[in-house]
Nanobody, 126 residues
Framework: QVQLVESGGGLVQAGGSLRLSCVVS????????PGWFRQAPGKEREFVAA???????YYADSVKGRFTISRDNAKNTVFLQMDSLKPEDTAVYYC????????????????????WGQGTQVTVSS
């Protein structure tokens, strides 16, 4: 059974940085395309970033230039480096993953993912 466990959330001031980690177990991580989503209070969950098997990246416009997604296949881990954080980045951040048939595939839609973590809270104070 595939399991995803996020960590690294917390409280940070605007302009600060956080690094989220997500360890994926129970599957073949090197064949997976993982991503990050977030859900702010009273809002729907939205796409943040995703990375393909070959390392191709895709970002939501709202985080482009501030967030960086990366992966470490040796550690079965996907990271989200978040810099220049803004109060509007406050949300629960979820890691998601799916097996990808093509190494260039970058899933961006929630229904493209098969496995989800429990989420980690990120709060940015002004």
């Amino acid at each position: 059974q595939v399991q995803l466990v996020e960590s690294g959330g917390g409280l940070v001031q605007a302009g600060g940085s956080l690094r989220l980690s997500c360890v994926v177990s129970g599957g073949t991580f090197s064949s997976a395309a993982p991503g990050w989503f977030r859900q702010a209070p009273g809002k729907e969950r939205e796409f943040v970033a995703a990375i393909s098997i070959s390392g191709g990246r895709y970002y939501a416009d709202s985080v482009k230039g501030r967030f960086t997604i990366s992966r470490d296949n040796a550690k079965n881990t996907v990271f989200l480096q978040m810099d220049s954080l803004k109060p509007e980045d406050t949300a629960v951040y979820y890691c998601a993953a799916r097996t990808a048939a093509y190494d260039w595939f970058v899933p961006k839609m929630q229904n493209e993912y098969a496995h989800w973590g429990q989420g980690t809270q990120v709060t940015v104070s002004s």
